[in-house]
């Protein structure tokens, strides 16, 4: 499959790039998309929720009333589930929802996004581009002219860049990233993803 080479005009340079096959030409693997995405999400969680159970709970410790004969459920203090203000029963407590994914699932995965978007033409590529400063007014220009900017945005660099990162920050359903973190996430929730020719010849050397 081959795309054609834009520069941040918006104008065809006339030279072309061949998606390669084993990537963009796979068919897509639904389940690990589900894995690889379920990680990223599980990731995403601080863990760090929490409630007090009945032994936490500051409160006299007295028992309020008889074991039988009152007509409801037995309960012994203030502490109890059974009351309002008493503690919880098997609340949430801290953990971490880490959990392993095999290299190759992950990979497949990635493989699998990308090829969605390549078989929904939603992927651009662009010439090698840097900002002088950093200004979200020229950033959206260029969003504008390629007649990409009314969709959620994905640009892929082969480096870093500040000055584009910093540009694309405040500009809503943008987002910069670079090749070595390519993520099936957010490859997915973009609208379009747009490549630089740099970082679309790296992509080989990170999925096969």
Known sequence: ???????????DTGRKVTLNDSIFGIEPN????YLDVKQFMANQRQGTHKSKERSEISGSTRKIGRQK????ARRGDMNSPLLIG???????????YF???????????????LAYKAKNDAIVVVEDFNLDTPRTKDFIEITKKLKVSDKKLLVILLE????????????????????????TYKVLNAGVVVFT??????VDNILI
Do not use: C, T, W
């Open 160 to 183: 870093a860049n500040k000055n584009v990162y910093l540009s694309a920050r405040n500009v809503i359903g943008a987002n910069v990233q670079v090749i070595s973190g390519l993520n």
């Open 86 to 96: 008493g503690g919880r029963v098997f609340g949430p407590r801290p953990r971490d």
């Open 99 to 113: 959990f392993k994914l095999n290299k190759k699932v992950k990979v497949l995965a990635r493989k699998s996004a």
């Open 69 to 72: 004969g009152g007509g409801g």
């Open 197 to 202: 020719e740099s970082a679309l010849s790296a």
């Open 30 to 33: 639904d389940h690990a998309i």
């Open 1 to 11: 499959m081959e795309v054609n080479v834009y520069n941040i005009k918006g104008e």
